[in-house]
């Protein structure tokens, strides 16, 4: 691939209202649109959303290396994976402008050869992907009437946002949402490294009478994860502590969780995620892969992560009806909890 135009625009999206999480609220996503054309003028698009909060570089960071980016592209296709990771090294510090700038060389290539993301990598995609519900740091009134919204509209596994500054907040609200889910819902919940290890322990062996399916990042450091459950039934899912393959194979070779939470934008794109899928496949690690509350752009790469793991679970794709607008149609919509791919 020679002689591409790269341009970029940035966006701004607002959220209907603000969604709320231990580590404060999300009000609004920044990022950019990365486009790649070729002398034929045809046309690859990518989206980087950079979220720091959650492990990412910053917007001005993008920014920045955008101004004076010089993509110097050599693939293979026939090994494309390292091909990519090759060409694309200089942005590993930068995985939601490498995410976008490797969607886009991927869609652009598609394009060229005619071809779908699947048949290029050879990987099967499954046809329907359950996806969770998610209900946010609320009060307990609107988090019950989320729980009852998500449940009417076909949602079989809610992920409710914890850590507030009082757990017996956060027991009483998880125990009103299973109230209203029922036993046939399942439930997580995530923390977002909010508690420490010894707070972990005390609140997750009172939360084992709701049978929660995992608690997500409920300490910070991942260090901490084997002490913490030793000591209740829950499994544990590592998210913020997954930002490189390095920190997947040490989490699997430790035995420090149960499940690895993927986020395609934070880990630097598909050929990242896919080399941390297959090690976690080898292993038998539950994976769930997760947007990072980006646009429906970016939100397609991340929904084929999902489609291509071997065994299923519900994803946290099911983000695109928080925002106000759009900058395009969503290519995958969610019915009845399910997102149905082709």
């Known amino acids: 691939m020679t002689n591409l135009e790269l341009t970029y625009s940035p966006y701004h999206l607002q959220l209907s209202m603000p969604f709320v999480t231990s580590k404060g609220e999300i009000k609004e996503r920044k990022g950019f649109v990365i486009s790649l054309k070729n002398l034929e003028h045809a046309q690859g698009i990518g989206e980087a959303a950079p979220l720091p909060e959650f492990?990412?570089?910053?917007f001005e960071d993008d920014e920045k290396a955008l101004e004076n980016?010089?993509?110097?592209?050599k693939l293979d296709l026939n090994d494309l994976m390292p091909s990519i990771e090759n060409s694309l090294a200089d942005f590993d510090h930068l995985p939601a402008l490498r995410s976008g700038l490797e969607q886009a060389i991927l869609n652009l290539i598609c394009i060229e050869r005619t071809t779908t993301l699947s048949e290029l990598f050879h990987k099967p995609v499954t046809r329907n992907i359950?996806?969770?519900g998610v209900i946010g740091m609320?009060?307990?009134?609107?988090s019950v009437n989320k729980a009852k919204e998500l449940k009417s509209k076909g949602f079989r596994t809610l992920k409710i946002k914890a850590g507030r500054e009082k757990f017996e907040s956060d027991l009483e609200i998880i125990s009103a949402i299973r109230n209203e889910a029922g036993r046939n819902?399942?439930?997580?919940?995530d923390v977002n490294g909010k508690w420490s290890p010894e707070e972990a322990a005390v609140n997750l062996k009172q939360l084992e009478q709701f049978d929660i399916e995992y608690a997500e990042q409920p300490v910070k450091d991942i260090n901490d994860f084997p002490s913490v459950s030793a000591g209740t039934t829950i499994p544990l899912a590592a998210d913020e502590s997954v930002r490189s393959y390095t920190d997947a194979v040490d989490i699997m070779k430790n035995h420090s969780a149960s499940v690895l939470i993927l986020k395609p934008m934070m880990l630097g794109g598909l050929t990242h995620t896919f080399r941390i899928i297959d090690e976690a496949e080898k292993n038998g690690m539950k994976i769930v892969i997760t947007s990072s509350f980006e646009s429906s752009i970016g939100r397609s790469a991340a929904v084929f992560a999902a489609a291509v793991l071997k065994e299923q679970t519900a994803h946290g794709l099911a983000v695109h009806d928080y925002f106000k607008d759009t900058i395009v149609n969503d290519p995958f919509p969610v019915e009845n909890g399910l997102i149905k791919i082709g």
């Open 185 to 189: 819902t399942k439930l997580r919940i």
């Open 69 to 73: 980016i010089n993509l110097n592209l």
């Open 130 to 132: 359950a996806v969770n």
């Open 55 to 58: 492990g990412s570089e910053s």
């Open 138 to 142: 609320a009060a307990k009134t609107e």
